[in-house]
């Protein structure tokens, strides 16, 4: 079974520019997770899908990010105009259904100058 | 304060040495994970509980719901196992609380 799969795996931006990060979710897993890990810190939930609606959100900082997830399936996650202190890993993660296991993907490590 | 506090933050032990990771929150929950990160690497899902106590080779965890308290376990440690540990729980809001993690280092 394949995993979760996210692009890039890295990605340097200057700030004010715009970034985009992809998720492919394993496939037939409704819910879909993007997490924000700030070195040294646990990772922060920053969305939250089921199919493709939004269950929470309340830690998205609305104003410079975005995500969505039209079909249910893949999802982005967007961040314009970046910020230095945007700087961290993004996780997407995704499980069967909300009270199942999460699995992980890989993240993207982002560098914002 | 934080919803979900680990210890030790930093935790180093000999090879073959019985390691006991502690997690305490303060919110109702639905489940609690025990999560697994590598340096540079992703994250692995160790356990995900609601209440007892779960085995996977040699690693345990245990939750007590009315103390709210879990402990991951690793028996016959192994430099293999360095990895940082998370706690995380699903509070019964359906919101996400994570733990800093606990830094482990196992000596050979």
């Known amino acids: 079974e394949a995993g979760v799969a996210q692009s890039p795996r890295y990605k340097i931006i200057e700030k004010r520019q715009s970034v985009a990060f992809w998720c492919n979710p394993i496939s037939g897993h409704a819910t879909l997770y993007w997490y924000q890990q700030i070195l040294g810190q646990g990772p922060k939930l920053l969305i939250q899908?089921?199919?493709?609606?939004?269950?929470?959100d309340s830690q998205l900082p609305k104003d410079r990010f975005s995500a969505e997830r039209l079909k249910g399936v893949d999802s982005t996650l967007k961040i314009q105009p970046a910020k230095l202190e945007d700087s961290a890993v993004y996780l997407c993660?995704?499980?069967?259904?909300?009270?199942?296991?999460?699995?992980f993907g890989p993240g993207t490590r982002l560098t914002v100058t | 304060k934080n919803e979900v506090e680990q210890s030790p933050q930093n935790l180093t032990a000999q090879e073959g040495e019985f390691i006991t990771i502690n997690c305490s929150y303060s919110v109702g929950i639905s489940a609690l994970h025990w999560l697994q990160q590598h340096p540079g690497g992703g994250i692995v899902s160790l356990f995900m509980l609601s209440s007892g106590k779960k085995k996977h080779g040699r690693l345990i965890a245990t939750i007590n719901i009315q103390e709210k308290h879990s402990s991951l376990h690793i028996t016959a440690s192994h430099p293999r196992d360095s990895a940082v540990y998370i706690c995380?729980?699903?509070?019964?809001?359906?919101?996400?609380?994570f733990g800093t993690g606990t830094s482990l280092t196992v000596i050979p």
């Open positions: 899908f089921q199919n493709n609606g939004v269950v929470d």
């Open positions: 995380a729980v699903r509070s019964t809001g359906n919101q996400f609380y």
């Open positions: 993660a995704s499980s069967l259904d909300n009270s199942y296991e999460q699995y």
